[in-house]
């Protein structure tokens, strides 16, 4: 059974950066897509991004793309969620997913295994 752990949230202060990890055990990520999602309080589950398994092809929200970057270490079954510059709206539970596909996903139905998630809070 693959099991995914994330962690490197915390609390944070407006303009500081962060490095999510998500490590995966239990099978690892194989030659899966990651991806990665965001629950922030009182809303529904988002997407944030996703990299394919070679690690080639990264696909970012719109909202992510200027402050979000994904990458991945297959030798350590390691995917990683970076974000600079934070501010209080990413405030949220972020959430990392191993996906049936071997290229990024939006579709959270392509899924199979999830993290418990790692909370971020960022104050202004």
């Known amino acids: 059974q693959v099991h995914l752990e994330e962690s490197g949230g915390g609390l944070f202060q407006a303009g500081d950066s962060l490095k999510l990890s998500c490590v995966a055990s239990?099978?690892?990520?194989?030659?899966?897509?990651v991806g990665w999602f965001r629950q922030a309080p009182g809303k529904g589950r988002e997407f944030v991004g996703s990299?394919?398994?070679?690690?080639?092809?990264?696909d970012l929200q719109d909202f992510a793309k200027r402050r979000f970057a994904i990458e991945r270490d297959n030798a350590k079954n390691t995917a990683y969620l970076q974000i600079v510059d934070l501010e209080p709206e990413d405030t949220a539970v972020y959430y990392c997913?191993?996906?049936?596909?071997?290229?990024?996903?939006?579709?959270?139905?392509?899924?199979?295994?999830w993290g418990q998630g790692t909370e971020v809070t960022v104050s202004s």
């Open positions: 990299i394919s398994w070679t690690g080639n092809s990264v």
């Open positions: 239990g099978g690892g990520f194989g030659i899966k897509g």
């Open positions: 997913a191993r996906s049936i596909r071997t290229l990024p996903s939006r579709t959270t139905e392509e899924y199979e295994y």
